[in-house]
Each structure stands twice: as structure tokens, then as C-alpha cells.
């Protein structure tokens, strides 16, 4: 087999939700031992899936109507999570329950390759988060799971959603770095597929179990990524570092 | 002695050209040890104090003039340089050359009690620069020279330069946080007086060799700040870290 050629990056950047933590499982976790400790039952997974059924549309709301201004995802989630404790019947929450569970995206837990693969790739390129999450969220999700990014880069410093332009290209400007020598990284094809059209390099690793029994898709990569790799260990293999 | 009142932070937020890092010995030495592999001779003592008397004014102008657009900083001493090589007699400079000088920003080191009192920090707190620095700059300083920063926020985040408001509101709402619950950090008293009235907590350390023969001013606090610290160690042990 010849040799790959080299890759000339310079800052690798993230998505967050599925990619680097496994949302589903650590919302379930966490609600499942809090609401023993509260009191309060309810179907979590039910809940943990229905919110993040809301996520997108409740960007695309956003997205939509500009002129209302931007809101951060800490906000998005608060507002699902209000509908749908109604909606699941679960009663008795207080303001601070339902901060409590607001805050359950700061607390989410990587996969189990990605500390150890963040810190090889850390010794030798730039690694951000590129979220829609908020600057507040991501750093402390980073804080309390451990995650050690040079620096956070978050949809409200954009006041634009993933996949709008301006969050890829305002994260190379940020960088100052040339969209080329930017490489996303994500378990989600159209994420890449935004980010390649712009002319950042990219990288897929699948997260096949991201949806628990509701995914549908994302299970390979469907475009031609500069990488495709098991796991971020496999990033690094490929990048050298 | 009476113990101090516990101070309500959740946030701590650095200027860095003088207070968290020695740009004057450090470009010094950088330039010296430099210019004679390269075979070049100039004042770098003076160059440098010219440079860094040119910044200030070079962000006025900036600020003056908001319509001409944002110019981050590695712009601005770019420009600065190209003008004080002339001043200063300082040929055979080729493109390579004046991005080296320009990238020493990038390569400052800090002042000795600074990577041991931000590790102390960094365990309760959440730990920034807010510097009128570019991210980019101030991201490869951080990998450079070891500062274990939670996040980075610049001067190109606001498209502002300190003492501006946007800055130290910009800041805090990006953190969530209410601004009394956030606290500058500064050998510069116009900096915390500035963070100071806009609600802000804030704590002066001295650093009374940052300017060398030029210092002026800032040999001790002269405001009313919630901390006056010998050192980063200083601020952490007030802070119970």
C-alpha cells in the first residue's frame, strides 16, 4: 500500500454533540440517578430523544428569523425542555430542577477514545470545539469532563448555527488561518459536507450508537473525506502525530 | 486579623502583555539570540520599547476610526514594525524576517509565579486571557509557552480593544455570567478601573520591571480593587485555591 500524503492542517476543530460526547447515554445516566435522589419519575429516554428531536428545528427557528436576534443553545434547551415536561407528565419540578436538567449538556461524557486521541493531536495542531453550543456550555463541559482544548469556539460568538457559512469561515478567520489548513471533524456527513464546500479539510468518525434506536443514518461516511478513521485514535495515526 | 470576606467569582480574566507575560525581556532576548544567526545588528532594546510605544496609540486609531473596520493586533504591530525598522536602521530584513519579529508576540514568556498560581486557579475557576490580543495570537502564545487556559477571548471576538466596554461586558456575557461574577486580573490600574465601573470584581498585581528604564507608572495598585496580590499565588491563596 503506498504511503498516504501528508495533510497540511494546522488546527483541527470539533463537533461536539455526538462526535466528541455521547449525549444519549449521559442524559439518560445523569436524570436516572438525579430523579432517584428527587423523587421524580419519568421516562428519560423518551425525553433525552424528544429534546434532541427538537434541536434542530429549534436552531432552524433561529435561523429563520434573524431579525429576532440570536439565541444560545443553553436558551434552545431550556425552552424544548419546558414543552416537554408537559408533555411527558412529569410533574413537581422546581426552577431549580429544570436547571439542573438545562445543564445536563455541560456534564455530557466523551467517548471513550477521545481524551486520549485529543491529546496526541493536541501536541501537534490547534483543536477547538465548533459547536452550536455556547461558549459558557462547551467550556464548562470541558471543564468538568476533562476535555482539553486550546481554545472554545462556540455558535454565539458567530450568532450563527452550524451549518450557516459564517461559523466555519469565521472559525479559520479566527484562527487566522487559511479555510485549507482548517479541519473539521465530525460523526455527521452534512457537517462535513458544509465545511468541504467551504474548503475546509475534513474528518468522519462514525458514532453509530449517537441515536440509540433512533438512528437512521451516519453510520459510514457518505462523501470523500480527507479522512475517514475508527476514532480519533485513527485521526492522529493518520495525521502522524 | 479578621478573615476576609469570601469573594463571589466564577470567573477569571487576564490582561497578558505585561501582567501574565514579560514582552520586553522576552523580545529582548528572542531578537538578540536571533539577529546573530541571522547576521543582522540593530538596537533591539530600543526597537522594542518603540514598538511597544506605538501600541496604544496604533488602537486608537483603531477605535477613532470604527467605520474603517476591526484590525486585530498581529495587523497592527506588523505596520508598527515595518515603520521602526526603517527608524531604527535595521536592513537586510527580508518578508521571512519581519514575520518572525511580528510572530515574537506569539512567543512570550511568563513571568515566573504565573503557570504554578493559574494551575491553582484553573481547579475552581474558569481561567481566560481578555487581552486586546488576537485569538489566534493568543492561542499560540498559550501552546508555545504553556499557559493552561479554559478558553481564549480577544480583541477580534468584540472587534473592540480594551478600555472599551464591549470588551469586559462581551466577556462576561460569553462566559453566562453576570459581570460581578467575573474579576479582572492586571498589573494595569486604567485596566481594572475601566472593568471596575462596569460592575466587574478586580484584582492588581505589580509587575514593576515590565517596562524596563520606561516604567512610569503601576508600581502599586492606586484603586479600591477587591484584590492586591503579590503574585498569581497571592491572588489564589485570597481566593482559597
Known sequence: MPAAEPIDVKALVFDI?????????????????????RGISGDWAGLVDAWRQAYVPSMDAVRKNPSAGFIMLDDLHRRSLEK?????GIAGLTEDDLHYMTTGWHRLK??????????????????SPLSNGNVGLLTRMA????????????????????????????????????PGQVMMVAAHNNDLDAAQKLGLKTAFVARPTEYGPLQKQDYEATGAWDIVAADFGGIADRLGC
Chains 1, 2 share one sequence.
Request: glycine share 8%; net charge negative; hydrophobic share 50%.
Open 143 to 178: 471543564k468538568t469532563v476533562g476535555l482539553p482544548w486550546d481554545l472554545i469556539l462556540g455558535g454565539d460568538l458567530f450568532e450563527h448555527y452550524k451549518p450557516d457559512p459564517e461559523t466555519y469561515l469565521g472559525a479559520a478567520r479566527l484562527l487566522n488561518l487559511p
Open 110 to 127: 466523551p467517548w471513550p477514545d477521545v481524551v486520549a486521541g485529543l491529546a496526541r493531536l493536541k501536541s501537534t495542531y490547534i483543536i
Open 17 to 37: 454533540f455526538g462526535t466528541v460526547v455521547d449525549w444519549r447515554s449521559s442524559l439518560i445516566a445523569d436524570f436516572t440517578a438525579w430523579s432517584a435522589t
Open 84 to 88: 416537554l415536561v408537559v408533555e411527558f
